[in-house]
């Protein structure tokens, strides 16, 4: 009794085809299990189970002995007893740490996310390195296989799981083998995965990919009921943070916040400013823009990037922050003056803000950043962030306030970077459209040139 993506049952599939041994096979629906599953492992009611002569043999590493010593001509799977006791012992030892030790590690790494994903990594490469060692240095130091020339039982139990690196690796965007850094572990999964009878027994790559994505995005689902971030449509900031979060691929729930009639929700997990954003993981709130943007990178670490590492780039991540700051500083809030003004005012606010894009414009021209396509690289990062979601207003508040804020050639290196940005496929899915945009903005606009009159 099986289920078909289970290395569990691959296990004693290979066993049984090595042995030349004919079985009535019965696929099981683990979301149903069947009262004959129940009947013969009353115990731990999984799979697979063996039923011979209606005796029920449980537990994969127990029923490939069974079949080895039920099934005595052909293929040995365990050397002889009477002549091999230690490395019939050494070969438990060692198949015991695979289900106890590597296996649920590497089952660790595709459940996860984040620091917990990425400490299961380290844990995985903790144990192969075990096993390279095993394999280099070890009782097993130049066989072909660990039964010798021939595949044995160590091979069978390390051989049926070890393809789901490969396939954890592409769905979880992981590196679990470094090509090369387990040198004799890779040869021997080459060599048993070449064995006609391993290739019969493992289902194809693309069936295990299908199988695994579909897990792997119910776990997802799973992981974003503990992620909420609380925010509003027009938000520059909230804009930020969902940027990021669609950058890092995490699932999450959205909720939008009416900012003139606040939820108790969001007082409660942002009692000090009472804002948006706000993200909440695992019932713990992280507010302000910038703050968050450093939490997620740091809490999603897989995938896409966006600070440098603090260990090798300590220099840039400060000017990064300095340039941040800067923008919600000065640059932001000169923009939202010229919005909020008119007249000599709103004139000087214009002066300020082309003050300001000189600064940039001169970093982009000759700083830090200089040579760059974003100011994270070849990809978006931190200030990228902090800059772009929120440079669209230029464009929007020049319409709806009559005034002229970046004039065509005079900041081209900002206006190259910011098309860039724009041009992003997850900046243009994550910014509203700019009709609904100047939409809201000539209503605000509106209501301050009455406050204005009044």
């Not at 019969?200 to 299908?210: F, N, Q, S």
């Not at 910038?290 to 600070?307: A, K, M, N, P, S």
């Not at 940005?421 to 997850?426: A, K, L, N, S, T």
Request: charged share 25%; glycine share 8%.
């Amino acid at each position: 009794m099986i289920e078909k993506q289970c290395s569990y049952t691959h296990r004693v599939k290979l066993a049984l085809k090595l042995k030349g041994v004919e079985y009535e096979y019965i696929e099981e629906d683990l979301s149903n299990k069947s009262s004959s599953l129940l009947l013969y492992n009353p115990i731990h009611k999984k799979v697979p189970v063996l039923v011979h002569n209606e005796n029920p043999v449980a537990e994969s590493v127990i029923i490939l002995q069974y079949v080895d010593e039920a099934w005595t001509g052909g293929h040995q799977i365990l050397p002889e007893a009477s002549t091999h006791p230690y490395e019939r012992a050494v070969i438990r030892f060692w198949s015991h740490f695979v289900d106890d030790k590597l296996g649920p590690s590497v089952g660790a790494v595709f459940q996860s996310v984040g620091e917990e994903q990425k400490a299961a990594v380290e844990q995985v490469h903790n144990y192969l390195k075990l096993l390279e060692d095993e394999l280099e240095n070890g009782f097993f130091k130049g066989r072909r296989f660990f039964g010798g020339e021939k595949i044995g039982l160590l091979d069978i139990v390390l051989g049926c799981g070890s393809y789901w690196l490969w396939v954890f690796e592409e769905v979880a965007g992981v590196k679990l083998v470094d090509s090369g850094t387990f040198p004799k572990f890779e040869s021997w999964l080459r060599d048993f995965e070449e064995q006609e009878e391993v290739k019969e027994t493992i289902p194809a790559t693309d069936k295990l990919l299908e199988y695994a994505k579909g897990l792997r995005q119910m776990i997802l689902m799973t992981v974003a009921l503990s992620v909420k971030l609380f925010g509003s449509w027009a938000s520059s900031y909230t804009h930020r943070v969902k940027l990021a979060l669609k950058l890092k691929g995490v699932e999450y729930e959205y909720v939008e916040e009416d900012l003139s009639n606040k939820s108790s929700s969001l007082l409660l997990y942002s009692p000090i400013h009472k804002k948006v954003p706000v993200l909440v993981h695992n019932e713990n709130q992280v507010a302000e823009s910038v703050i968050i943007l450093q939490y997620v990178d740091e809490t999603w670490t897989c995938g896409h990037q966006i600070l440098p590492e603090s260990s090798t780039h300590s220099y840039e991540r400060s000017l990064i922050r300095f340039w941040c700051h800067f923008v919600d500083d000065k640059l932001g809030p000169s923009v939202g003056a010229v919005f909020q003004s008119i007249g000599e005012e709103q004139k000087a606010a214009v002066e300020q803000v082309h003050n300001y894009l000189k600064l940039l414009e001169d970093e982009l021209q000759n700083g830090f950043f200089k040579g760059r396509r974003f100011l994270g690289g070849e990809k978006i990062g931190l200030l990228d962030i902090v800059l772009g979601c929120g440079s669209y207003w230029l464009w929007v508040f020049e319409e709806v306030a009559g005034v002229k804020l970046v004039d065509s050639g005079t900041f081209p290196r900002f206006e190259s970077w910011l098309r860039d940005f724009e041009d992003q496929m997850e900046a243009k899915e994550t910014i509203p459209p700019t009709d609904k945009l100047l939409e809201y903005a000539k209503g605000l606009r509106q209501m301050i040139l009455s406050q204005v009159k009044a």
